[in-house]
C-alpha cells in the first residue's frame, strides 16, 4: 500500500503563517483529507477534497495539491491551532485508508 | 449531528479476543460505510477496516488481516470489531468513524467519530 510522509513536528510565531506538508503519491488519483487531533481528544476534520473547509473551520485554512504532495496551510496560525495534523488518502487498490504519521504543530 | 459511542474495550492477554462495538444515534448508519480507526499510546492514526453500508464488502489493513473482522447489524444501528489472537502491539484506541457522505462513495473524509475506546493488550 502507498504510504504518506509528514514532517514530525513543524514550529509558527503567533500570527505567522504555516504550510504543513504531505508527500505521496496518491495524489495523483485520490484527494487529500485533513484531520486535527488535540491531545485526549477524538480526531476532526479541518479540510477535505484538497481545498474544501466542513462549516465551522476557520478561513485561515486553506488546502492544496500538486502531484505527489498535499499541503493545509493555516494564514495568520493562533493559539487553538496548536495540535496534531494528519493527512489521509486512499492507497492504489483505492480499498484501503492511509494516514501520515502525523505532524505536531507548535505555535510560539 | 448526532453520534457514535463505542463500548467494550479493556485488559486482554496476548492470544485472547475482544469484541468492540459503535452505537449510532441521531446520525444516519445503515446507508453509510463504516471505519475502525486506531492509536496507539502516543503513536499516529492507523486505519483498520472497513465495511460497506450493506455489509458485503469489507476491507482490512495488512496487520488485523486474518485476525479482526469488521461487521454490522444496520436494525441496531451498531458497528461491531472482532479482535482475535490478540497482540501486545494492538494495544491502542479505536475509534469508529462515518464518512461524510453514503453510499458507495468510498471517501475516507470522516466527519463523524467516536469517543474512542482503549483495548490494552498485556500479561
Known amino acids: 500500500s502507498s504510504e504518506l510522509t509528514q514532517d514530525p513536528a513543524v514550529s509558527v510565531a503567533l500570527g505567522q503563517t504555516v504550510r504543513i506538508t504531505c508527500q505521496g503519491d496518491?495524489?495523483?488519483?485520490?484527494?487529500a483529507t485533513w484531520y486535527q487531533q488535540k491531545p485526549g481528544q477524538a480526531p476532526t476534520l479541518v479540510m477535505y477534497?484538497?481545498?474544501d473547509r466542513p462549516s465551522g473551520i476557520p478561513d485561515r485554512f486553506s488546502g492544496s495539491i500538486s502531484r505527489d504532495s498535499a499541503s493545509l496551510t493555516i494564514t495568520g496560525a493562533q493559539p487553538e491551532d496548536e495540535s496534531d495534523y494528519y493527512c489521509?488518502?486512499?492507497?492504489?487498490?483505492?480499498?484501503?485508508?492511509?494516514f501520515g504519521g502525523g505532524t505536531r504543530l507548535t505555535v510560539l | 449531528q448526532g453520534q457514535l459511542v463505542e463500548s467494550g474495550g479493556g485488559v486482554v492477554q496476548p492470544g485472547g479476543s475482544l469484541r468492540l462495538s459503535c452505537a449510532a444515534s441521531?446520525?444516519?448508519?445503515?446507508?453509510?460505510?463504516m471505519h475502525w480507526v486506531r492509536q496507539a499510546p502516543g503513536k499516529g492514526l492507523e486505519w483498520v477496516a472497513v465495511?460497506?453500508?450493506?455489509?458485503?464488502?469489507?476491507f482490512y489493513a495488512d496487520s488485523v488481516k486474518g485476525r479482526f473482522t469488521i461487521s454490522r447489524d444496520n436494525s441496531r444501528n451498531t458497528l461491531y470489531l472482532q479482535m482475535n489472537s490478540l497482540r501486545t502491539e494492538d494495544t491502542a484506541v479505536y475509534y469508529c468513524?462515518?464518512?461524510?457522505?453514503?453510499?458507495?462513495?468510498?471517501?475516507?473524509?470522516?466527519?463523524?467519530w467516536g469517543q474512542g475506546s482503549l483495548v490494552t493488550v498485556s500479561s
Open positions: 468513524a462515518r464518512p461524510y457522505c453514503g453510499g458507495d462513495c468510498g471517501s475516507h473524509t470522516f466527519d463523524h
Open positions: 441521531g446520525l444516519t448508519f445503515s446507508t453509510y460505510a
Open positions: 465495511i460497506s453500508y450493506d455489509g458485503s464488502r469489507k
Open positions: 496518491n495524489f495523483r488519483t485520490f484527494y
Open positions: 477534497g484538497n481545498n
Open positions: 489521509t488518502s486512499r492507497d492504489s487498490s483505492g480499498n484501503h485508508v492511509v
